[in-house]
């Protein structure tokens, strides 16, 4: 067995991953980051009296799925499950694809030991579909660039699990695929510019061609699956008046709660008749009144509300927020942090063309962090600062540092020596490689005792969940009403 698994990459993946996922699943215990998941899983599950594939956020492709998978076996909580398959499917092929490009095992199992928390064990399906999406684009990007760059067969295997991962992500949640397409877009442009300046008399058109003929088919099914979902749920009056005040409450609440704050508009509140009863309510999103805050008057407050002002309060409120939830010790940052130092490190012959290659680096690194701190800055602006939200954006930058590291380091190194891999190709150590894994198990070890969300508890006083269970449970003939965000570990498993 063990020869096999040397031998055969796909093998070790699989059983690699396969190992992780039962760790997570069995030694960490997963939960719902946010009561979000929760709710996809009741509704499709018919928690609320009938199993309906109208789950709001996925599209309505996924909810029909649920559902079905829901009406056969309805003892598995088949929302959880799909996640895990996707998350299973992009993990497993981004360690084929690691492992496959350096000749080595390490990198992949280091980067994956120090991103499977967020995904496997802080379940949360933004964060779930940014990963898929952003491991979809790396894959097919790969494959046009060396179809383009050696004028050969692009891998089909590839480019197939590529889509599938694309596709299944805009499914799970489609604002989650567009924040991975914003980095998926410059790692393309900049794949495009080398391949201008490396290939001379690189004909644009056919360049193109090979680009549009490995993106075009999933492109085009994510297009129509929307299409559908638009049709399914505007071809319903009452879907259809849901969906717009579902859409003006997520504005008001995610994005501009402020305006609801009783401190600073208690005057104008009133005048619109509207209660401090009435605004702590909405905040909660599970028990506020829609006859006093309806559509009209929704729009009507933000329409009314100052814009936010970008002064020195927001932007110490800026660094406060990346200090909190991301300079900590923390594996996802940390992979980020090695990744770009890494990337910064001299690496070839010193000749021109070796620092050419420096430079386009160095480019695509300031590229992508803008990218990324200009999404973060946009999530502090709008008030829409969240873990999930922040670190779906995180897991896409880590993947491609990652990608960037082995185009520097491995791919660049190959080429350089006429196709052929050898030891001296790649200019990071074992015992670097092992230093690293050594301090990762740590960090992975550190978060089993502790983690993120325990070193917040100070922000959300939590009562005691089972023993308000088990009262359920002796006392069936009362109503209880529990606020979902105060009861939020309820939905570990």
Wanted: hydrophobic share 50%; proline share 2%; glycine share 4%.
């Amino acid at each position: 067995m063990i020869n096999d698994m040397k031998k055969n990459t796909r093998l070790f993946a699989f059983l690699y991953n396969a190992v992780l996922a039962a760790v997570a699943v069995f030694i960490y215990c997963p939960f719902f980051e946010e009561n979000d998941d929760a709710f996809i899983a009741m509704i499709s599950e018919g928690v609320f009296g009938t199993r309906d594939p109208h789950v709001i956020y996925p599209n309505v492709i996924y909810g029909k799925l649920l559902t079905l998978l829901n009406s056969v076996f309805g003892q598995v909580r088949w929302h959880s499950v799909m996640q895990y398959i996707l998350i299973f499917l992009a993990m497993y092929s981004l360690t084929v694809f690691l492992i496959e490009l350096t000749g080595r095992r390490m990198p992949a199992v280091i980067f994956t030991l120090l991103t499977f928390y967020e995904l496997y064990v802080s379940v949360q399906y933004s964060k779930t579909s940014a990963f898929a999406a952003m491991t979809g684009f790396i894959l097919m990007l790969y494959e046009a660039y060396t179809a383009t760059s050696k004028e050969g067969k692009a891998d089909n295997k590839r480019i197939f699990t590529g889509s599938v991962l694309l596709i299944a992500a805009a499914l799970l949640r489609d604002s989650s695929f567009f924040l991975a397409g914003i980095f998926a877009i410059v790692l393309c442009l900049f794949d495009m510019i080398i391949l201008v300046d490396r290939k001379r008399g690189l004909k644009l058109y056919k360049m193109l061609s090979v680009y549009v003929t490995v993106f075009a088919p999933s492109l085009i099914i994510i297009l129509l699956c929307s299409l559908y979902n638009r049709e399914i749920y505007g071809g319903d009056a009452k879907w259809t008046t849901f969906m717009e005040y579902n859409a003006k409450r997520t504005e008001l609440l995610d994005f501009r709660y402020d305006l609801l704050d009783i401190n600073r508009y208690k005057d104008k509140m009133e005048e619109e008749g509207i209660s401090e009863n009435d605004a702590l309510l909405y905040l909660t999103w599970q028990f506020g009144d829609d006859n006093v805050l309806d559509v009209e008057k929704m729009d009507e407050i933000l329409t009314n509300g100052s814009p936010r002002p970008v002064d020195l309060s927001m932007m110490k409120t800026f660094v406060a927020n990346i200090h909190n939830d991301i300079f900590i010790i923390d594996p996802v940052c940390f992979l980020c942090l090695v990744l770009i130092i890494f990337m910064l490190l001299p690496s070839g012959k010193g000749d021109t063309k070796s620092r050419r290659k420096s430079f386009f680096n160095v480019c695509m690194i300031l590229a992508e962090s803008v990218i990324f701190f200009g999404i973060l800055f946009y999530f502090n602006y709008s008030g829409r600062w969240c873990h999930r939200v922040v670190y779906g954006a995180m897991l896409a930058f880590a993947s491609v540092l990652m990608y960037l590291f082995i185009s520097k380091f491995y791919l660049d190194a190959v080429d350089e020596n006429d196709g052929n891999y050898t030891e001296q190709t790649a200019l990071i150590s074992n015992n670097l490689y092992i230093a690293l894994l050594v301090f990762t198990i740590i960090i992975d070890a550190g978060i089993l005792v502790g983690n993120r969300f325990d070193y917040n508890d100070h922000k959300r006083t939590e009562p005691d969940y089972k023993g308000f269970y088990a009262y359920i449970q002796e006392n069936k003939d009362e109503l209880f009403i529990a606020d979902t965000f105060t009861f939020q570990r309820a939905y570990k498993y």
